[in-house]
């Protein structure tokens, strides 16, 4: 019999000041962010809810913003950590500009310093948790791309995190195409978002869409997709037996 | 009498003992019949509305003994067997589970299952997937079960059970229908599916779409593990659900015609089949109107076999033929015809 009078904590390497640091658990979250490539950029789109836990707590979150001059960032996951990594960007951005060499971070340089900070902080056992899409134009070039929690990265012509991989993607799969117009991709993107809005608990009717060409990012006024509530069996569920439920 | 050592562990159980003692008659100095304690607690599990009680009453009676003049010394009362499921062993298998011991995997449709209500009636769609964890055990397997000639079903979950589930209430259909004369209606069989699935507490692992057309008009159910059911216009289940749901909650509208309807359920399905781990291989589609249904399976066959040898497989020829005489063996045994070893 092994009589042990203390527990041992399981994380002993690390030593006992390491815990209160570490993130465990997410707390303010927002859910899904979906992304495309059109024809002049990237098209990206996120509600505006900060859930905390299953109450929605805040209901103006921006979780679109540009960096710089050329990309886009959407974050899925804490708000806090999105607000960090902002931080991180910012000063990124900064010393960017204080070479004043006439070149400046374009999208893929962006998405590579963040994974590497995404991926280093998770070897730490310390994660910011977020699943981050990155999307931007540089010379033409478009880019779009993602990184998650713990540091999977990689970019495609159409991206979603959290729920939008299983209601989004399949949309996108079937129905995007290369050179999608402005029109066709915002029409796409809130197909995406009304099929999210059906089917995700966390989400709410409060959009924004960002849009990000060589010219620069606009990111849009909140506004509220149309919902459809008036199929007859909805009206009626128990037509066929009376007290049936 | 040792109903006083019973193990009261709940509340429910001090209610037991408590009836036993005012049946005990203080004047006849008699004990009470085995028979009589039974029909008393069985009382008690039948007017409780929790199922949970039902182990604990088990135990009850377990630890009572009676000793009493009669030829039952000492001995445990026989309990009749319930009869189907026995819950005892969960709480066990949970236990070790926590301790890192798992069953065997068993064999799942981890699937896209779809339904839809058109025009005319229903159409039901499946892909035909069958998993053994990571492994495809059957490419080609079959979701769409037959309920009544006017019923059908398709099943997700654990493939035992969904067969069985479904196999036995279309026996129970088929005798109402014996029994009333009369076409077999979609809220029998959801009754029958949803009472059986709630009183085996979501351990019987199908999830069923039930779709039909009978005398009140189409309709389209689901039905959950746990017994609860829905009645809806379009719906999904299995692993795939979310990538059909996808494409049905941006498709789908009222009054669809019959093509426009399989094409709708083929999509989903399609969608399932393609961004779902656990779906894939080819779409089964059954429309049920009140004419009739249709089933057609393998609808669509979006998974061909890619690249196959037109020669086929020639077997390497290692063994060199040395005889093609064949020489018969020399018998030693006389054989007699009709020899009856063990009659029937």
Redesign the interface.
């Known amino acids: 019999m092994n009589f042990m009078a203390s527990k041992q904590p399981e994380n002993s390497l690390l030593g006992p000041e390491a815990d209160s640091q570490r993130t465990l658990y997410p707390y303010v979250t927002g859910t899904s962010v979906v992304a495309l490539k059109y024809k002049d950029g990237i098209l990206m789109a996120a509600d505006m809810g900060g859930s905390y836990g299953s109450t929605l707590r805040y209901k103006s979150v921006e979780r679109m913003k540009s960096i710089g001059k050329h990309s886009l960032l959407g974050a899925s996951g804490e708000i806090s950590d999105f607000q960090e990594i902002l931080r991180y960007l910012d000063e990124l951005i900064l010393y960017d500009n204080m070479w004043d060499d006439g070149n400046s971070l374009g999208p893929k340089e962006v998405h590579n310093y963040l994974t590497r900070v995404m991926y280093n902080r998770r070897n730490k056992f310390n994660p910011l948790w977020n699943s981050l899409v990155l999307g931007g134009v540089k010379n033409g070039q478009k880019y779009l791309g993602t990184v998650s929690m713990i540091g999977v990265n990689f970019e495609d012509n159409h991206v979603a995190t959290g729920f939008g991989n299983h209601l989004a993607r399949p949309i996108l799969r079937q129905e995007w195409h290369e050179n999608l117009s402005y029109e066709d991709g915002v029409r796409l993107l809130e197909k995406c978002m009304r099929v999210l809005l059906y089917r995700d608990r966390s989400a709410i009717n409060k959009l924004q869409i960002a849009k990000i060409t060589e010219e620069g990012t606009t990111i849009s006024r909140p506004y509220s997709l149309k919902t459809y509530w008036e199929f007859s069996a909805f009206a009626n569920p128990a037509q066929g037996a009376v007290g049936t439920w | 009498m040792a109903v006083e050592q019973a193990n009261l562990c709940t509340p429910q159980d001090a209610a037991v003992v408590r009836t036993l003692r005012v049946f005990r008659d203080p004047h006849v100095d008699r004990e009470l019949e085995p028979a009589t304690v039974l029909i008393i607690i069985t009382k008690h599990v039948m007017s409780s509305p929790s199922l949970n009680f039902q182990t604990q009453i088990s135990g009850l009676i377990l630890s009572l003994s009676f000793s009493g003049q009669r030829n039952m010394s000492n001995s445990v009362i026989e309990v009749p067997p319930k009869g189907g499921f026995s819950f005892d062993l969960c709480k066990r298998n949970e236990m070790l589970a926590k301790k890192g011991v798992n069953p065997p995997s068993f064999r799942k449709t981890g699937t896209t299952i779809v339904g839809l ?1 058109f025009q005319d009636g229903v159409i039901l769609g499946a892909d035909t997937r069958a998993t053994e964890g990571p492994i495809v055990c059957d490419k080609n397997c079959e979701k769409i079960h037959y309920m009544a000639p006017n019923i059908y079903c398709c099943g997700a979950g654990t493939a035992a059970d969904t067969e069985a589930v479904t196999d036995m209430v279309s026996s129970q259909l088929q005798l109402h229908r014996y029994h009333t004369g009369r076409e077999s ?3 029998t069989a ?2 029958l599916l949803k009472r059986h699935l709630f009183n085996y507490q979501g351990h019987v692992s199908a999830a069923l779409v039930l779709g039909g057309v ?1 005398v ?2 189409p ?2 159910h689901t039905i959950y593990p746990h017994g609860s ?5 379009f719906a999904t289940m299995g692993s795939g659900s ?2 059909a ?3 049905f ?2 498709k789908y509208k ?1 009054g669809l015609t019959r093509n426009e309807g399989i094409e709708l359920v083929t ?1 989903a399905i399609c ?1 399932g089949i ?2 779902d781990l656990g779906s894939g291989s080819n779409v089964d589609v059954c429309v049920i109107t009140k004419g009739g249904k249709e089933y057609l399976r393998n609808h669509l066959q979006p998974n061909p076999r890619t690249y196959t040898n037109s020669k086929g497989y020639s077997f390497p020829k290692k063994t060199e033929v040395l005889l093609t005489k064949i020489i018969p063996l020399k018998e030693k045994v006389e054989i007699i015809e009709g020899g009856d070893a063990m009659e029937e």
């Open positions: 209500v209606r979609v809220v959801l009754t009978d009140t008009g309709h389209l059911t829905d009645t809806l216009p979310l990538a749901m996808a494409v909650e941006s009222e999509e969608s393609f961004n």
